[in-house]
């Protein structure tokens, strides 16, 4: 999630402006579900049950990992993103 997401000026989600609606739609990807542990070839594999983003929903979602001291990284093989380009996304986890 995007750390500079507007916030709702009327206090309540489902009264947002359409602008504040598609910043946050924009700056936010959510999912849930299953996932399978691939140590051997550094793969976490999400299996989605449900997401913001509809289309993932029952996917299965590779994900590389690296485990370092109290930091876990996971990232993705390049998509497509916004007007055609590909990126790679990154997610850090530490441990406090």
């Excluded at 999630?1 to 309540?12: E, K, L, Q, T, W």
């Excluded at 849930?32 to 299996?47: A, K, P, Q």
């Excluded at 993705?76 to 993103?81: C, M, V």
Aim: glycine share 12%; hydrophobic share 35%.
């Amino acid at each position: 999630m995007r750390r500079d997401r507007p916030v709702f000026a009327s206090g309540d989600q489902m009264k947002g402006t359409i602008e504040e609606m598609e910043a946050n739609f924009k700056g936010c990807i959510s999912y849930y579900g299953r996932y399978e542990f691939d140590g051997e070839n550094g793969v976490i594999i999400h299996h989605v049950e449900g997401s913001l983003f509809p289309n993932w929903e029952q996917t299965s979602q590779r994900r590389f990992f690296e485990l370092s001291d109290n930091r876990l990284k996971l990232r993705t093989s390049p998509i497509l993103w916004g007007g055609g380009g590909e990126v790679v996304a990154i997610l850090l986890f530490d441990r406090l």
